[in-house]
């Protein structure tokens, strides 16, 4: 059984950044951040392979968000820079038994309950 715990979201201006981190307990191979905006489907952000070598970016995450991990401290990071008010959401991180990373959340049988992420205009 894997069990995940996101931290870090929170209240920040448009500009800001924030961490999130996502505590993995279990094991976990390919891993994923996601996010949902209220009315809104969840839609996919970011993927890492378990090496951490191949990576993958939604358009509106490219430049901005980098995800990562520390497989040592079983956490999936994602620093969020120059962040924007569309950028609101619930964020989730999402793992699977595959060692490959995966955009799509039907791949991912595990996952977190979130954390809010607010940018203000």
């Known amino acids: 059984q894997v069990q995940l715990v996101e931290s870090g979201g929170g209240l920040v201006q448009a500009g800001g950044s924030l961490r999130l981190a996502c505590a993995v307990s279990?094991?976990?191979?390919?891993m994923g951040w996601f996010r949902q905006a209220p009315g809104k489907e969840r839609e996919f952000v970011a993927t890492?392979?378990?090496?951490?070598?191949?990576?993958y970016y939604s358009d509106s995450a490219k430049g901005r968000f980098t995800i990562s991990r520390d497989n040592a401290k079983n956490t999936l990071y994602l620093q969020m820079i120059n962040l924007k008010p569309e950028d609101t959401a619930v964020y989730y991180c999402?793992?699977?038994?595959?060692?490959?990373?995966?955009?799509?959340?039907?791949?991912?049988?595990?996952w977190g309950r979130g954390t809010q992420v607010t940018v203000s205009s």
């Open positions: 999402a793992a699977r038994f595959s060692a490959a990373e995966s955009m799509r959340p039907d791949d991912y049988p595990y």
């Open positions: 279990g094991r976990a191979f390919g």
């Open positions: 890492i392979n378990l090496s951490g070598v191949r990576i």
